[in-house]
């Protein structure tokens, strides 16, 4: 038993070769603890040699007393393996024990015990005996790669049979028991797992042949070099001011993790991390600029790194602007953040690649002669600004074009009084559309806008103020670039209307009147046409609406013409008819030529012109005889009238659907009077005085 601890009863059984010897196992035994043996007969359970306490150098012998009288004990010790003998003798009134010192560790002994009264002996008790073997010198443990550990050791002093290499876990589960020869002095443990705790004993066995085993063991714990992580990957995902490291555990146990971020000339960013924890974001980083990181598994005071390097976005440059004149095209630019090695640009009209160019750090524009390039007018040309740094890029876009031609040959196709139209042929290059402006030139009003498409070319306003002054421009628009062309066009001035003539009862003047032409009007031309020919030609002010003429041919068909003006633009012509009222007749003269029932009548003809006359007779207010008499036979005669009877004559000068009359009065003859006969005329009466 351990002094101490309770004592504990094994059963020994005995050994089939040799009736003496009894093996006892016992088990549970700490290492290098001194254990008290007592033997006790199962028979009558009487007590013998009773304990040996073993050293690793010295044996320590107790035994019970004899009955009786005892002299001296004379206590042997024989080496088995090299029959060396060594003798104690103990008084009897000693105590009942006695030590051997400086044997040899791990050797079987047998030791006897005499007990002698004077020249008496009794007969012997032996037991057998092993020096408890020494434990191993100088253990160390390594881990010689990430799932083994190598195991070193120097042999003790003393006898060894062999060697056992335990391994066990933290929770002291045994993993591994390994049996080496007594001459092995290192092993190598494989399998194991990466950056685990583990302990290990070596245990050195010793044991006569017939002997229980005895063990003295030597224990470290170690842990083995924690496996590094696995697929360490440092991925900017796009941006330029942080970084995301992952990676996979390794296998096996892992304290913490220490994750470093440095970059050149910089202090290092340092995170220590749970080992469930596999990535890490990094932020507030330099845009551009190259990074280191390791990632070290620590676990038991061991570590493994793993390495690897990533780089952040670069930046992209800021106010990039690209313009294009008549001469060359022009890109600046800022620079950006951080740090970057160069930049590149590609110019390209679409798919097709028009330069690819590097351009220096330094550098804060690019100017290139469009003649090298071969722009189009209005084409659309786009710009690719790369900043480099490393492998990585950062891009940024803009696009420009040379500014469309206008239009060519812009002409007015047609204008009236209310329209303009005009025409062009497209120009040369590209472009997306037309945008048609009409400006009212007079009275500055809003412009009239039209958007057409790029086949187009004419376009029409109508709706517009007539005798007005236009500016028509056509602008030729490519994204938002233009160009354009222009014209003043003038919309014709708007005839008068509702021309009338008036001849007002007058038989030598007209007047037109008329309203005034809508639209704008500067002044108004009025002719006087007889016979094709212009008789006069007038001009009125633009606010003037009548005018009249003198002087005129009695009973004359004329024309009146009206032609509103402006600005040297004439409108369509007005035209009226107008006549004067014909003159009357003069010098009318009546005779009864002497008889009773016939009267005659005769004129000059009326001035002016006359398309025919009629000649009425007419009793008191009852017509008798009308006669049309044409102009170039100025008289006529009434037959079959009254005797006596005074009669009304009537000579109308007829012109168109005028007339001018005479009047005048004449009786017949009565038959009873004279052939004398007096005559007075008048242009409005004749009077017939007949003698009595």
């Known amino acids: 038993m351990d002094p101490g601890s309770r004592p504990t009863a094994v059963r020994c059984d005995q050994d089939g070769n040799n009736g003496y010897t009894f093996i006892c196992n016992m088990t549970e035994l700490q290492p290098g603890t001194l254990y008290e043996l007592r033997v006790i007969s199962g028979n009558d359970e009487e007590r013998s040699l009773g304990s040996i306490r073993t050293g690793s150098s010295g044996l320590r012998v107790l035994w019970s007393l004899s009955a009786g009288h005892v002299d001296w004990y004379n206590v042997t010790l024989e080496d088995v393996h090299s029959g060396m003998v060594r003798s104690n003798r103990v008084m009897g009134s000693a105590a009942p024990q006695s030590c051997f010192t400086s044997l040899v560790p791990g050797t079987l002994y047998n030791i006897s015990v005499l007990a002698i009264s004077g020249n008496k002996t009794a007969a012997p008790v032996h037991t057998i005996a092993v020096t408890a073997p020494s434990a191993v010198d100088g253990l160390q443990v390594a881990s010689s790669s990430l799932d083994s550990l190598s195991v070193l050791w120097r042999p003790g002093p003393g006898r060894v049979e062999n060697f056992k290499v335990l391994v066990t876990d933290q929770d002291g589960f045994l993993l591994r028991n390994i049996t080496l020869t007594n001459t092995t002095t290192y092993t190598k443990l494989d399998g194991l797992q990466p950056g685990t705790p583990y302990r290990v004993t070596v245990v050195t066995n010793a044991a006569g042949l017939q ?27 796009g941006s330029s001011e942080s970084l995301r490291a992952s990676w996979t555990a390794p296998k096996g146990g892992v304290d913490f993790f220490t994750v470093t971020l440095w970059a050149s000339g910089l202090t290092p960013e340092q995170r220590i991390l749970a080992p469930n924890v596999t990535q890490l974001v990094f932020e507030g980083l330099t845009p551009g600029r190259r990074y280191q990181l390791s990632v070290n598994s620590s676990a038991g005071g061991l570590s493994s790194e793993s390495r690897t390097e ?49 351009v220096s750090k330094k550098s804060r524009e690019l100017l290139v002669s469009i003649q090298s390039l071969g722009l189009v007018p209005g084409r659309l040309y786009s710009a690719e600004f790369a900043v480099h740094s490393g492998s990585l890029s950062n891009t940024a876009h803009c696009s420009s074009r040379l500014a469309p031609r206008p239009v060519q040959q812009l002409v007015l196709r047609h204008a009236d009084e209310t329209s303009l139209s005009v025409q062009w042929r497209q120009p040369v290059g590209r472009w997306d559309s037309f945008t048609v402006l009409l400006t009212d030139e007079d009275l500055a009003t809003p412009d009239t806008q039209r958007i057409l498409s790029g086949g187009s070319r004419e376009c029409t306003f109508r709706g517009l103020a007539s005798g007005r002054r236009y500016t028509v421009t056509v602008k030729t628009s490519s994204g938002t670039l233009s160009n354009s062309d222009s014209l003043t066009a003038w919309t014709t ?154 009669y009304n004559i009537s000579i109308t000068s007829c012109s168109g659907r005028y007339r001018n009359h005479t009047f005048i009065q004449e009786r017949t003859r009565e038959q009873f009077f004279s052939e004398s006969e007096f005559w007075v005329f008048s242009s409005m009466q004749v009077l017939i005085l007949s003698g009595f």
């Open 493 to 646: 001035p708007a005839p008068v209307s509702g021309l009338q003539v008036f001849n007002l009862d007058s038989t030598d003047s007209l007047q037109a009147q008329w309203e005034l032409a809508s639209g704008d009007q500067d002044s108004y031309q009025v002719l006087l046409v007889r016979d094709s020919s212009v008789i006069k030609n007038k001009s009125v002010a633009g606010n003037i609406s009548s005018i009249s003429f003198q002087n005129l041919r009695p009973g004359a068909q004329y024309k009146v013409v009206v032609t509103t003006i402006r600005a040297g633009h004439t409108s369509r012509q007005t035209v009226a008819e107008g006549r004067t009222v014909p003159a009357a007749v003069t010098d009318v003269r009546v005779s009864n030529n002497g008889r009773t029932d016939f009267l005659t009548v005769s004129w000059n003809q009326a001035a002016g012109e006359v398309d025919s006359y009629l000649v009425t007779l007419s009793d008191r207010d009852r017509t008798l005889h009308s006669l049309a008499v044409s102009k170039f036979n100025p008289g006529c005669i009434f037959n079959s009238l009254v005797s006596g009877r005074l």
């Open 310 to 358: 990533g780089r952040t976005v670069p930046d992209q440059v800021s106010t990039l602007s690209m313009s294009i004149d008549s001469s060359k095209l022009q890109l600046s630019w800022s620079p950006p953040r951080g740090d970057w090695e160069y930049y590149s640009v590609l110019l390209t009209d679409g798919p097709a690649v028009l330069f690819n160019r590097t």
């Open 211 to 237: 002997s229980s085993i005895k063990k003295k063991l030597n224990v470290l714990s170690f842990s083995s070099v924690p496996a590094a992580v696995s697929d360490l990957i440092i991925n900017n995902d």
